[in-house]
């Protein structure tokens, strides 16, 4: 995860670089500059996933500095950090790219939690997208009556499992988690489940360490915890036995977890595929509104 800080305030990109460290984020790499203008040779050389920058700065303002980053590089994921506060001026620098304008001074954690789900949404998604292959003919997906199965054992007896019919791409789909499954021998990638907030809760609600109110800020917030992720991670991780390769006959291991804010082509993409190559279901436990899951198997 490359983040790359732009502030003329030495003692600026100092707190920021401090408070990035502090947040366990992988394999995080961090530049940083004073100057706009070496900015932009930066992201052309180092093509960082992430750019926090400043508003007010001598050579180039930071909502200058967004426009043309959004413009010539729009998969990276930019943010500003500044003492404006004023909300006419913070809708512009959103409508110019920016995902967030946190206000100075901050505190970490009000850093972290506006910054999570874009590292989170960086970190793999269009990458892994891009090693996808050719469809097999046949193929690793799981029967679903195997997955209610291993889901009612890690859920509970509570949750409903049920097929539905198949989901096009619209704006409920995003926020959404995605799982990444290989071939574990080969490294292949094999299959993606995505998840739409709903059910990322529903997964959740498997860990004793996810609250009720965990599950509503998720739900209201659309940001997703760590706590909250952990969860639903686990439950995927051991739900991937069901992902069964005919070949090998060994089931397919999960590589990563991602959580995507935004949508792009090839995740909107993923729902156009035909029904002989995807399965689409719903989770549901009773207090809580139903969630949507599309696998799609290559």
């Known amino acids: 995860m490359k983040i790359l800080i732009v502030d003329d305030s ?9 408070s990035l460290k502090t947040f366990g984020y992988r394999r995080l790499s961090i530049k940083k500059t004073s100057s706009a203008n070496e900015a932009l040779k930066l992201v052309d050389e180092w093509q960082p996933e992430i750019v926090l920058t400043d508003w007010y700065m001598p050579e180039m303002t930071g909502l200058t500095l967004i426009a043309k980053l959004h413009k010539s590089y729009p998969e990276i994921k930019l943010a500003m950090i500044t003492t404006v506060d004023d909300e006419q001026m913070i809708s512009d620098a959103t409508s110019a790219g920016a995902s967030f304008v946190l206000s100075k001074p901050f505190e970490d954690e009000e850093l972290h939690h506006k910054l999570l789900p874009l590292v989170q949404g960086a970190e793999e998604s269009e990458l892994l997208l891009e090693a996808e292959s050719s469809v097999q003919k046949e193929l690793a997906l799981p029967k679903l009556s195997q997955l209610t199965k291993l889901l009612k054992k890690e859920i509970g007896d509570q949750v409903t499992i049920s097929n539905i019919q198949l ?14 499954y290989e071939d574990a021998e080969t490294q292949r990638l094999k299959a993606v489940a995505l998840l739409d907030i709903y059910a990322v809760c529903v997964f959740a609600r498997s860990s004793n360490k996810v609250t009720a109110d965990d599950i509503q800020q998720a739900i209201h917030s659309k940001v997703v915890s760590k706590q909250v992720l952990d969860g639903c991670h686990k439950v995927l991780e051991r739900s991937s036995i069901a992902f069964l390769d005919s070949n090998s006959r060994k089931s397919l291991r999960l590589k990563s977890v991602s959580f995507i804010p935004k949508a792009f082509e090839k995740l909107q993409l993923l729902y156009e595929k035909d029904a002989e190559t995807r399965v689409d279901f719903s989770c549901q436990v009773s207090d809580m509104a139903q969630g949507k899951i599309t696998l799609v198997g290559f």
């Open 10 to 18: 030495i003692a600026t990109l100092e707190i920021v670089k401090r």
């Open 167 to 180: 989901q096009k791409f619209d704006e409920s789909k995003i926020p959404c988690l995605m799982a990444v």
